[in-house]
């Protein structure tokens, strides 16, 4: 059916991979340290047998304002941009890196009728 190479070639198109740009490498860097910090925060809460840092404070119904000194305020800060870091992933990847090639338009005015 396909031969060795030309699965690779139908299914990622003619050509090598493009490399991404250098702003989704700082995107990288800056979101990768906030969920590092995160996962690093709630693992040494759960080391210690307590619940996360922010629990109670993303519990209330209101929203806070940012508290520099308070380690739940903090905490709830990286909670959130992690989130975000990785819905800001998840779109650059269905973006940039389809799951099947792009298709070439063609024209058919059958089809609209």
């Known amino acids: 059916m396909f031969g060795p190479g030309e699965w690779n070639q139908k299914l990622l198109g003619p050509g090598p991979i493009p490399a ?3 702003s989704f490498y ?3 860097v800056l979101f990768g340290c906030i969920m590092v910090c995160h996962v690093a925060l709630t693992c040494a809460a759960k ?3 307590k619940a996360p840092p922010c629990t109670d ?3 209330s119904k209101h929203a806070l304002a940012l508290d520099p000194t308070s380690l739940p305020s903090i905490h709830a800060l990286l909670r959130e941009s ?3 870091g990785a819905l800001l992933m998840l779109c650059w990847v269905a973006e940039h890196r389809p799951p099947y090639p792009h298709l070439d338009k063609i024209y058919d005015r059958d089809l609209y009728w």
């Open 26 to 28: 700082g995107l990288c």
């Open 57 to 59: 404070l993303l519990a």
């Open 82 to 84: 992690s989130r975000f």
């Open 20 to 22: 991404p740009p250098a």
């Open 47 to 49: 080391l210690e047998g």
